[in-house]
């Protein structure tokens, strides 16, 4: 079975500019969550997606947003660049269902340089 | 005060070695706690998922959680050389999905 894939795995852009990032889950996952990791805060919850809706949503600025597809594939999009936004952007997919918390698996993140 | 604080390291030991890592966490609401494994520019990998109190081994690795003093442990028996990476301990809400991670880690095992 395929594991989570994500594209770009780098990308450099300069201040003000907006970006978008993909996320293709584990096939028969609809659940999507999006992480952010840095030296400083280390890995922080963004946003989760399952069927097409956002379900739950970190404490970040609304700069950062998220979309998620029919097919469970996610966007992930961040408008007017800060130098702080410099990052290693990860997302995570799990099957979403169940009344407990299951297992999120990860991809091999986005580094984003912001110049 | 972070919700889930974790030893920052590093830590180097050889090979052969017992390591220990630990992680505190406040919020009693966690009901889930896994640690990750992250290798150098790679994403996180889980290796143990454990639930409530107690302790839980796969192999060379044992998780352990005491509830009562909130504190999450990885034991890794018989260390080697690929197990140098970041290690990051996770907790869960019951029926929230974000994972409220820990600093990490970073072990190395000298062979």
């Known amino acids: 079975k395929a594991g989570v894939t994500q594209t770009p795995r780098y990308l450099i852009k300069t201040r003000g500019q907006q970006v978008t990032l993909s996320c293709s889950p584990i096939s028969g996952h609809r659940s999507v969550s999006w992480y952010q990791q840095t030296p400083g805060q280390g890995l922080q919850f963004l946003f989760e997606y399952f069927s097409e809706t956002q379900r739950n949503k970190g404490n970040f600025p609304g700069r950062f947003s998220g979309r998620q597809f029919s097919n469970s594939r996610s966007e992930m999009n961040v408008s007017t660049l800060e130098l702080g936004d410099s990052a290693l952007y990860l997302c995570?997919?799990?099957?979403?269902?169940?009344?407990?918390?299951?297992?999120?698996?990860f991809g091999p993140g986005t580094r984003l340089t912001v110049l | 005060q972070k919700e889930v604080e974790q030893d920052p390291g590093p830590l180097s030991v050889p090979e052969g070695a017992i390591v220990s890592l630990n992680c505190t966490y406040s919020n009693s609401a966690f009901q889930y706690f896994m640690w990750y494994r992250q290798y150098s520019r790679k994403g996180p990998e889980l290796l143990m998922y454990t639930y409530s109190s107690g302790n839980k081994e796969d192999g060379r690795f044992t998780a352990q959680v005491d509830k009562s003093s909130k504190y999450i442990s990885l034991f890794i028996r018989d260390s080697q050389p690929s197990d140098s990476a970041t290690y990051l301990c996770a907790s869960l809400k019951g029926s929230a999905r974000q994972l409220t991670f820990g600093s990490g880690t970073q072990l190395t095992v000298l062979p």
């Open positions: 995570a997919s799990s099957t979403g269902q169940g009344i407990f918390a299951d297992t999120q698996y």
